[in-house]
Structure formats: C-alpha cells, structure tokens
C-alpha cells in the first residue's frame, strides 16, 4: 500500500460511489456536498480585491505613460474575467483525465519555454514573455502548474518508498531540474528557485527520505549561487537585502530605492489606512507599486485591518487547500492538491518578505492580488483544480453520514 506522508492512509473505494460522480444523489435522495466552496470564494474574493488595489495603484502610472488612468485596469478586468472561465473549467474537470495528459502539459510547457528563450519578447533586461496578439504569455506560469501535475503523477507510480533514490528522487528532479534551467536562462532566478523547492516539498510529502533528499537540495543551492554570481544585478540585490538585514542600512538612492519606499508606504499606513486611493507611495515613488510591491500600498491605504485581512484571507485558502490534500484517498490528487497549495503558498511568502524587507528584491507577485495575466490565470487555474478535489472529499464524507444516519455503516 502506498502512503503519502502527511495523507491519512489510502482507502479503497466506496462501492456506492464506483462510477458516480461526487454529485451523484445519495441513497434515500440525499444530495452530495458538491466541494469546498472556500476554494471558490476565497480566490474569487482575492482577486476582486486584486482588480481593486491594481487601479488605485496604477493610476497615476497609466496616466504618466499612456494617458489613461484606467489602462491597467481594464486590462486586469479582462485577464479577470477570463480567469473566472479558466476557474470554472478546471472546477469540473474530471482528474482522471487531468492525470492522463500530466506528462504531455509538462511537454507543452517545456516547449514553450525554449521557444522564449529562443525569440520571446524582452522587457526589463529579461526574455520571459510570447507574444500572441494582443496577450502576452508567459510560459513560466504554466510551467510551474504542469510541473506539480506531472510530480503527482510520476509520484503516484513511482513512490519513493518504494523506488528508492534513483527513480523515485533523482528521475523525477532532473526532469523538474531541466524546467528550472530553461527558467534561469530568460533569466528568472526566484521563479525557478521556487519551482525547485516546490518540488522538493513534494518529494517530501510523497515520503522522500530527507537523506535523498539532502544532495539534490546541496546541489540545487550550488546552482542558485551560480545563477547569482553570473547576473550582477540579481547580486546587487542579494548585496543591498544583507546591508540592510544586517546593519540596517538602505541605499536610499540606489538599489535600496524600492525597499525603502516600500517600508515607508507600510510604516505610514497605521492602523487603519490613508483610505482607498489615498497612497502617497504610488505617485511614482515606489516602482512596480501595481506588481511587485502592491502590498504596500494596500498596507499604505488600508493599513494593518486591510493587510491583516488580506493575510487571513491567504491563510485560509492555504489551509482550505491542505485539507483537501489530507483527506484525498488517491496519491495523485493528495499530492496534487498539496503541491499547488504549497505552490501558492511559497509565491505569497516570498512576495510579502520582498514587501517588508525580509528578503531581497525577486520580482515575484502576490496571488490573486498583483497586476499580470499569465500568474492570475495559473493561480485561479490551480484553484479549480484544488476545488475539483475537494469535490471527491466532500463527496465521500456527506455519502459516509448518510449511511452513518440509515445505520448502515
């Protein structure tokens, strides 16, 4: 029997449930709970909030550089709404299905990413974007969601249990590993640093000896360090994080510019906010204010309750998420669900230590919250699926009290 570390032990089938689906009605006309509807509501409510906070932080911005207050927000409404389609959609895809495809959406995603490396669209020193009319992708994105598919599936059939290190840790990571260095090359260090350790977590929650797990995380390490000695600017950051974390001094005019406004939009926030739209901070003063370091000026106008909340919110999606990994019967949507949870989870905590000083400048955004396409649409992407797998959950337990309440358990 397989185990998931973390999972409750892996039970077989209700043989009412064989194929039915986790809406199917009952005995005795009973209706099945359809899912966690909190991994609805939250994503759908992050990202409203996010539409928000994206126009009264881009503005000023959208005025400045192409006289219109509303450019980034009518954008951010569009990627909203096709979002929202992206949601529903997976919200009912059938696993089996999703699990049939994993290696094939790691192959799409792979693909795509040589293909940016070879002639993406560059901007801001980095090649990270296709251009496809009037959208722009940005395969990392993808990536990063087909690469915890394809992880479920590999690890569902190859447990490291029961594999070993070669198969079940080593085979896996260097076909993540490959993502990784594609990721690097746009470059886009942060991004493939939290692949890696999403992987990593995965091949922990699957039961991965930390023992086998220790030389491919040193060799990783090696490979960030190697990625940051060759890209100065990546370097310069690492630079002004430790000058600050360890003497408290900012380049206030320098590369410390960001970090420094961005403490001040939170220090002035206080309790209770400058109001919406009152922020001093995105008046040009801290830069990517709508992508980056939108944090900050929703702690600026909203204060500590608004970024408190915002935080609860988070927490609750995280945990929402993590519950339905425990409870799942398969490994595949156990792991999986874990694996996006985590995902979203790790994405948060790097951008909210970027915003308060507590880690160097990544370029990483907020999920849900921040300005971009490709990032909103994989994240609510990953919350229909997390959703899908609660649907099983949910499913089986309303089943188990309905036969609890007959007495026929």
């Known amino acids: 029997m397989r185990v998931v570390r973390h999972v409750p032990r892996l039970r077989g089938a209700w043989p009412a449930l064989q194929g039915r689906s986790a809406a199917a009605q009952a005995p005795g006309g009973a209706r099945v709970n359809r899912g966690d509807r909190w991994l609805l509501v939250l994503p759908l409510a992050l990202t409203a909030l996010g539409v928000v906070m994206v126009y009264s932080s881009s503005a000023i911005l959208g005025i400045t550089r192409y006289h219109d207050p509303d450019y980034f927000l009518i954008r951010q409404l569009g990627r909203a709404a096709l979002g929202v389609v992206v949601l529903l959609t997976c919200a009912k895809l059938r696993l089996s299905r999703l699990e ?9 995603a792979t693909g795509l990413l040589t293909v940016v490396v070879v002639v993406g669209h560059a901007a801001n020193g980095a090649v990270r974007w296709l251009r496809l009319g009037f959208f722009s992708l940005q395969p990392t994105d993808l990536a990063r969601v087909s690469a915890i598919v394809f992880l479920a599936w590999w690890l569902k059939r190859n447990p490291p249990a029961e594999h070993g290190l070669a198969r079940g840790v080593l085979a896996p990571l260097a076909l993540i590993g490959a993502v990784c260095g594609l990721i690097l090359l746009q470059p886009n260090l942060s991004s493939a640093a939290l692949l890696g350790l999403s992987a990593f977590t995965m091949l922990f929650l699957a039961g991965a000896r930390l023992t086998h797990l220790a030389m491919p995380l040193g060799g990783g390490f090696v490979a960030a360090v190697v990625a940051l000695v060759t890209h100065p600017y990546q370097m310069k950051r690492v630079q002004t994080f430790a000058g600050f974390l360890g003497h408290g001094v900012v380049d206030h005019q320098g590369s410390g510019w960001q970090l420094d406004q961005s403490l001040i939009a939170i220090g002035s926030g206080g309790w ?15 830069p990517e ?24 919110g988070i927490a609750l999606y995280l945990w929402r998420g993590m519950r339905a990994a425990a409870r799942a019967a398969d490994p595949f949507p156990a792991l999986l669900a874990g694996g996006l949870t985590l995902q979203v989870g790790l994405y948060a905590l790097a951008n909210l230590a970027v915003a308060t000083g507590l880690a160097p400048t990544t370029g990483l955004p907020l999920p849900f919250v921040s300005y971009g396409g490709s990032a909103l649409l994989a994240n609510l992407a990953a919350a229909g699926i997390l959703y899908r797998v609660s649907v099983g959950v949910e499913g089986r337990e309303a089943l188990t009290r309905e036969r609890w309440s007959r007495g026929d358990a």
């Open 272 to 286: 209770l906010g400058r109001g919406l739209g009152g922020g001093l901070q995105k008046y040009l003063f801290l």
């Open 289 to 312: 204010a709508h992508t980056d370091f939108i944090f900050s000026i929703l702690a600026e106008e909203l204060g500590f309750l608004g970024a408190t909340l915002l935080l609860v």
């Open 100 to 108: 049939a495809v994993a290696p094939w959406l790691l192959g799409v």
